[in-house]
Nanobody, 122 residues
């Protein structure tokens, strides 16, 4: 049974930091492309960042050096370090897995977590 469980979301002030985690099980994590997406009410899921099984990384244009994606294949865990957070980063953040090369198209991902809420507000 495939499971992706996000954690680490919460309320943070503008300029603050959060580290999201995604614990994976039920599939060969070390062979899958992993990614983070985010979604706000009424909008489509937006690509945040992706990482190949070998560690190549990709970021959405809005990230501008503020976020860092990483993975621990030994622990089947995906991370997203988010720094210099802005109110517009407020969203539900989802991790996703894909048996293939990375893409920004959410419909191409095979598995999804339930999401974790990130709220950036003073």
């Amino acid at each position: 049974q495939v499971q992706l469980a996000e954690s680490g979301g919460g309320l943070v002030q503008p300029g603050g930091s959060l580290r999201l985690s995604c614990a994976a099980s039920g599939f060969p994590f070390n062979k899958y492309t992993m990614a983070w997406f985010r979604q706000t009410p009424g909008k489509e899921r937006e690509f945040v960042s992706g990482i190949s099984w070998s560690g190549n990384t990709h970021y959405g244009d809005f990230v501008k050096g503020r976020f860092t994606i990483s993975r621990d294949n030994a622990k089947s865990t995906l991370f997203l370090q988010m720094n210099t957070l802005k109110p517009e980063d407020t969203a539900v953040y989802y991790c996703a897995a894909r048996d293939g090369v990375w893409t920004t198209d959410a419909s191409q991902y095979d598995f999804w977590g339930q999401g974790t809420q990130v709220t950036v507000s003073s």
